[in-house]
T-cell receptor, first 112, second 113 residues
Framework: GENVEQHPSTLSVQEGDSAVIKCTYS??????FPWYKQELGKRPQLIID?????GEKKDQRIAVTLNKTAKHFSLHITETQPEDSAVYFC???????????FGGGTRLMVKP | ETGVTQTPRHLVMGMTNKKSLKCEQH?????MYWYKQSAKKPLELMFV???????ENNSVPSRFSPECPNSSHLFLHLHTLQPEDSALYLC????????????FGPGTRLTVT
């Protein structure tokens, strides 16, 4: 089955700095890679995703990059703000499957 | 109410009790999921239902019993749980062909005493 590793487990940045969270996956057949944000005490919410036929996707201050050869993908948040503080989860999905395998999560803290 | 709802939001139960968690989605989706979220662990997929049929049981102990009477409702029946089953149980839904775009409910915080 799929195995997703996520690093770092905690990340502390100063407001305005950039934050990068990295994930690696094991199954080369995985095709969809969503990222979820979970604020304290709230539900995970999809913030961005990328398909395996795309190398990069951007949405305002967040971007995701995918390296299929190396089987890793990353979340980039620029100009971080205190409201970006949350736990971020990466995930990978097999095209033929019906399951998301999640990474262990990264707790991002943005200090004002 | 829109989106994905779960009841109860908090539940404390003894190891000999029987209780049920309920999930309801108002998004017109046809796939529903149960996840377990424990401290310092990844989100663990427990069960998947597509069009009311269970398509995945991720080696979950039989003390957890899911039920999906229709595409909008999902239950998790609990009996003779263990303290290590204490966790946040999240329900999610999606379109069957867009499983990467799952919408989560707020979760039920379960404590087993």
């Amino acid at each position: 089955g799929e195995n997703v590793e996520q690093h770092p487990s905690t990340l502390s940045v100063q407001e305005g700095d950039s934050a990068v969270i990295k994930c690696t996956y094991s199954d080369s057949a995985s095709n969809y890679f969503p990222w979820y944000k979970q604020e304290l005490g709230k539900r995970p919410q999809l913030i961005i995703d990328i398909r395996s036929n795309v190398g990069e996707k951007k949405d305002q201050r967040i971007a995701v990059t995918l390296n299929k050869t190396a089987k890793h993908f990353s979340l980039h948040i620029t100009e971080t703000q205190p409201e970006d503080s949350a736990v971020y989860f990466c995930a990978a999905e097999l095209n033929a499957g019906n399951m998301l395998t999640f990474g262990g999560g990264t707790r991002l803290m943005v200090k004002p | 109410e829109t989106g994905v709802t779960q009841t109860p939001r908090h539940l404390v139960m003894g190891m000999t009790n029987k209780k049920s968690l309920k999930c309801e989605q108002h998004l017109g989706h046809n796939a529903m999921y149960w996840y377990k979220q424990s401290a310092k662990k990844p989100l663990e997929l427990m069960f998947v239902y597509n069009f009311k049929e269970q398509t995945e049981n991720n080696s979950v102990p039989s003390r957890f019993s899911p039920e999906c009477p229709n595409s909008s409702h999902l239950f998790l029946h609990l009996h003779t749980l263990q303290p290590e089953d204490s966790a946040l149980y999240l329900c999610a839904s999606s379109q069957e062909d867009r499983t990467y775009e799952q919408y989560f409910g707020p979760g039920t915080r379960l404590t087993v005493t």
